[in-house]
């Protein structure tokens, strides 16, 4: 029997003697490996960067959305949105593209942007939420379970390979932010990804235990463990499921250049979305027993096995991620392509059209999902 419980957003940014100088250097995301910062009350000025075409709720009138629902092989509902060109051929067999969002976020965010934009250039297209978040099943929510999220994707080619408008031979995938981590995880396993792109990409594992730039030391590591192995037995005898890390939920004069970047789109109405069962203080936060899972993520071990299937590696050249989309590519074997996009940070791709290189990403599935 599941029982619910109501999480609460933890504050101990006081729990550890960290060096706030190498706290400031980790993401919204990478802070859950040494704990969340302390929220200070002061005012200050709201962020909403609307420029370079920030359009993260777009939609088209050439596009046809669906929502969808799957079975993984945990049995679990993974929820998701298909889209197809309002003029598909449904007696034909099209390329198709499965979308993953960023970790701690949900389709709506992101990864409906891009499936909208590549159906309107001919794809069959479908969003998914992953396990634990937004629609889709998983108790706790807010749990981190790589494993899950990795057979989310392929759990959605099973799905799509269903459907008779659907060439199972052609369907390819794009990860952003975390999700480029999963969704290569994926594809080690799970031939049937024909191509693989990833946007902004995260690798978990690694920001976990090290930070960026390897900001992170072993011993802040296992203070971390050591306090979310304790977490586990006060939630064992009935006490509060304890959130971390994620996006603050208020800026000060001391909120680092990162934070206030991931503010702009997920705290503002640029991107933000409260989902089904959840509350504007949960969305974006890992639950703090289940976040040491992602030490043991390694997704870039093996990576080259993915030849000579293609991957393209998209990032921002200003993109505080950009050490992730480079290590990857460097192990990848061919075919293989890093792409930079002049003058993007790592949340422009998450909705700034104007930036975002669909253009790119249509040559590549074009080529890579071609008829053979």
């Known amino acids: 029997m599941n029982e619910t419980r109501e999480p609460v957003v933890l504050d101990h940014g006081n729990d550890f003697d960290i060096d706030r ?12 490996a040494i704990g969340a910062m302390s929220f200070i009350d002061l005012p200050f000025a709201e962020a909403q960067d609307m420029s370079n075409g920030a359009n993260n709720f777009f939609t088209s009138d050439k596009v046809t959305v669906q929502k969808v629902a799957f079975k993984n092989q945990y049995q679990m509902n993974v929820a998701g949105n298909l ?23 949900v389709k709506e965010q992101s990864a409906n942007l891009y499936a909208t934009k590549m159906a309107e250039q001919g794809f069959v297209t479908m969003s998914i939420d992953l396990p634990f978040w937004g629609e889709s099943d998983g108790q706790s929510r807010n749990l981190v379970s790589p494993e ?10 099973d799905f799509l390979n269903t459907q008779p408008f659907v060439d199972s031979t052609r369907v390819g995938g794009i990860g952003i932010c975390g999700s480029g981590s999963f969704i ?4 080690k396993i799970d031939p049937r990804m024909k191509a ?11 920001v976990n235990r090290s930070g960026l730039r390897q900001s992170q030391s072993v011993e802040q590591r296992k203070a971390f463990l050591a306090s979310a192995a304790a977490q586990r037995d006060i939630e064992f005898a009935g006490g509060e499921i304890k959130l971390i890390g994620g996006t603050t939920h208020e800026l000060t004069a001391d909120t680092d250049p990162i934070q206030r970047e991931f503010y702009d789109f997920y705290r503002t109405p640029r991107g933000e979305v409260t989902p089904v069962g959840a509350t504007p203080l949960t ?12 030490m043991n993520f390694y997704p870039f071990n093996d990576i080259e096995t993915i030849s000579p299937r293609p991957m393209l590696f998209i990032s921002g050249d200003q993109a505080h991620s950009r050490e992730f989309s480079e290590d990857a590519y460097k192990r990848a074997a061919e075919p293989k392509e890093l792409f930079w996009v002049a003058g993007a940070g790592h949340v422009d791709l998450y909705d700034r059209v104007d930036l975002i290189p669909f253009d790119k990403l249509k040559s590549f599935f074009d080529q890579h999902l071609a008829t053979a």
């Open 21 to 32: 100088r190498k706290l400031l250097k980790l993401t919204g995301a990478g802070v859950a």
């Open 196 to 206: 693989i792109a990833t946007v902004s990409m995260y690798d978990m594992g690694s």
């Open 148 to 157: 899950a999220y990795a057979e989310a994707f392929s759990a959605g080619v």
């Open 83 to 105: 889209f197809t060109p309002s003029d598909l051929d449904r007696s034909a067999k099209h390329p198709t593209i499965i979308v993953g969002h960023p970790m701690g976020a």
């Open 283 to 294: 969305t974006t936060h890992p639950t703090m027993t289940s976040n040491p899972k992602f």
């Open 184 to 187: 290569i995880s994926a594809a």
